[in-house]
């Protein structure tokens, strides 16, 4: 079993992330906070350097366009990090509304195109954090075939 670290935003930094390993250890890796997609972005990707962190920490994106999506996710590769989450979780109604986190979760068709586009491009494995739904939790039951 691996014990990892899930992200909260504002909180769970790289100083934190640092801290825990330092002074109390367990941690098999940990999730870092989102990295939202937009066009134009340009990305500090500090905190995710696996020479700055001393937990394994796998790098989550939060996007519904699956061109920005792989822009940031080359440049993460690029930085080391060998692992990418796609955040289908943020519950958040300024991301949600936007359709992109958990905003997604209604719109399975979109949810397959965005994978069906990112993941023949990348090089490093790629996880997904979800809910069971957004509006209601069967939705889960249309995704887990996707």
């Given at each position: 079993?691996?014990?990892?670290?899930?992200?909260?935003?504002?909180?769970?930094?790289?100083?934190?992330?640092?801290?825990?390993?330092r002074?109390?250890?367990?941690?098999?890796?940990?999730?870092?906070?989102?990295?939202?997609?937009?066009?134009?972005q340009?990305?500090?990707l500090k905190?995710?350097l696996?020479?700055?962190?001393?937990?394994?920490?796998?790098?989550?994106?939060?996007?519904?366009?699956?061109?920005?999506?792989?822009?940031?996710?080359?440049?993460?590769?690029?930085?080391?990090?060998?692992?990418?989450?796609?955040?289908?979780?943020?519950?958040?109604?300024?991301?949600?509304?936007?359709?992109?986190?958990?905003g997604?979760?209604?719109h399975?068709?979109?949810?397959?195109?965005?994978?069906?586009?990112?993941l023949?491009?990348?090089?490093?494995?790629?996880?997904?954090?979800?809910r069971?739904?957004?509006?209601?939790?069967?939705?889960?039951?249309?995704?887990?075939?996707?």
């Open positions: 079993m691996k014990l990892i670290l899930a992200p909260i935003r504002g909180i769970t930094d790289l100083h934190y992330r640092n801290a825990l390993a002074h109390f250890g367990g941690i098999d890796e940990a999730l870092a906070p989102y990295i939202e997609t937009k066009s134009n340009h990305y500090t905190e995710l696996p020479s700055q962190n001393l937990i394994a920490t796998e790098a989550q994106i939060l996007s519904k366009d699956p061109v920005l999506f792989l822009e940031l996710a080359q440049q993460i590769e690029a930085a080391g990090v060998t692992k990418i989450n796609l955040n289908l979780g943020c519950p958040y109604p300024m991301v949600a509304g936007r359709g992109k986190g958990s997604l979760l209604p399975p068709q979109k949810v397959y195109s965005l994978l069906s586009q990112v023949p491009s990348l090089k490093v494995p790629l996880s997904i954090k979800l069971l739904g957004r509006e209601n939790p069967k939705e889960i039951r249309e995704l887990l075939p996707i």
